[in-house]
C-alpha cells in the first residue's frame, strides 16, 4: 500500500513542492551606470548644456587661433560682403569680418554672463541669510528689495548705465545691483522654512551662535537652489547686455559684443540680414544652452524631481 503523500496546512503536497520548477526573471537585468558618464546618461540636460557652453568658453578662450582676421580693424574695399570660403560670416558695412566680431563677441557675453552670477549670488546670498534669520533686520532690507524689483531689471540696468560711462564693468555693476533683489528673495525664503526645523532649535537651545548657525545649517542648505538660480541668472544677464549694446547703453561700440555687431546690422538688416542673424543665433544657443543646464541642475539637487533610471 502506497504511503500517503504529506499535507502541511496550506495544502500543499510534497510532491508539487518538488515537481514545481523556479520561475525565470520576468525583466532582464538593469545593468548600473555609475560614474561620470552614468551621471551625464541619467541627466540628458546637463549633458547637453554643458557640452555648449563649455564649447562656447573654449570658443572664447582661443578665440585667437580660430580666426583669421582682426575684428576691429577697417576694409572699407570689401564692406557688406556676402558669406563665402573667405568671409565665413561676411562682412559689415564698414569692411569687418563678421565672424572674428562675433568669436570675439563671445568673450563678452560669457565674461558678462558669469560675473553677474557670481556676483549677483554672493551678494543676495548674503542679504537673503541676514534677512531670513535676524527678524528685526527681516522687515528694512525685504522692503528696499521689494522697492527695486518694482522696477524691470532692464530699465534699472538702463538707469544705471545713463549715470556712468559704457564699459564691461559697469554694464557687469548695473546689471548686478538689477538681479540682486530677485537672488535675496530666494534665499530669504528657503531660511525662513529652514530656521524653524528641529536641527536648528536644537541648536539655540544648546546656546549657538547666530553667526554660528547660519554658517553651519542655514548656508549648506541654501547651496543647491542658489546653484540653480545662479545659472538662470548667468542667462539672464546676458540677454539683458545684449539689449544695452543694441540700443546704444552697454559697452562702447569699439568692443565686438554679440549685441553691438546687431545694432550695427540692423540698418541693413532687410538686405544683408546675416550681419544680425549669426550673433543672433549665437546669443540664442548660448542662452538655452545656461537655460538647459539650470533645468538639468534643478531637477538633479531636487530630491523630489530626481530622474532616477
Not at 88 to 108: E, P
Not at 172 to 188: F, G, H, K, N
Not at 294 to 299: I, K, M, N, T, V
Request: charge should be positive; glycine fraction near 8%.
Amino acid at each position: 500500500m502506497a504511503s500517503a503523500s504529506v499535507i502541511d496546512p496550506q495544502g500543499i503536497t510534497a510532491a508539487n513542492v518538488a515537481v514545481a520548477a523556479p520561475m525565470g526573471d520576468i525583466m532582464p537585468p538593469v545593468k548600473a551606470r555609475r560614474g561620470f558618464w552614468g551621471f551625464l546618461y541619467r541627466n540628458p540636460s546637463i549633458a547637453i548644456g554643458g557640452t555648449i557652453v563649455l564649447l562656447m568658453v573654449l570658443m572664447a578662450i582661443f578665440a585667437p587661433l580660430l580666426t583669421y582676421a582682426d575684428p576691429t580693424a577697417l576694409a572699407p574695399a570689401r564692406r557688406t560682403r556676402e558669406p563665402s570660403a573667405m568671409y565665413w560670416f561676411g562682412t559689415d558695412m564698414l569692411g569687418r569680418d563678421v565672424y572674428s566680431r562675433v568669436i570675439y563677441g563671445a568673450r563678452v557675453s560669457l565674461i558678462v554672463g558669469f560675473s553677474v552670477a557670481v556676483l549677483a549670488s554672493v551678494i543676495g546670498l548674503t542679504i537673503g541669510l541676514v534677512s531670513g534669520f535676524v527678524r528685526w533686520a527681516d522687515s528694512l532690507v525685504m522692503r528696499v528689495m521689494d522697492g527695486m524689483m518694482s522696477i524691470p531689471p532692464i530699465l534699472l540696468a538702463i538707469a544705471l548705465m545713463a549715470l556712468t560711462r559704457g564699459s564691461v564693468q559697469n554694464v557687469i555693476i548695473a546689471i548686478t545691483i538689477a538681479e540682486v533683489p530677485r537672488v535675496s528673495r530666494l534665499v530669504r525664503g528657503v531660511v525662513l522654512s529652514l530656521r524653524e526645523q528641529p536641527y536648528v532649535d536644537a541648536a539655540v537651545a544648546a546656546g549657538t551662535r547666530t553667526p554660528v548657525i547660519i554658517w553651519r545649517h542655514i548656508l549648506p542648505n541654501t547651496i543647491a537652489p542658489m546653484t540653480v538660480q545662479a545659472t538662470f541668472i548667468c542667462a539672464s544677464a546676458m540677454i539683458v547686455e545684449s539689449i544695452l549694446s543694441f540700443i546704444g547703453a552697454g559697452t562702447p561700440p569699439i568692443i565686438p559684443s554679440w549685441g553691438n555687431i546687431m545694432a550695427e546690422g540692423r540698418a541693413l538688416w532687410q538686405v544683408k540680414p546675416y550681419i544680425v542673424f549669426f550673433p543672433a543665433l549665437f546669443l540664442s544657443v548660448t542662452v538655452l544652452a545656461v537655460n538647459l543646464l539650470g533645468d538639468g541642475l534643478r531637477d538633479t539637487l531636487d530630491p523630489r524631481m530626481a530622474k532616477r533610471i
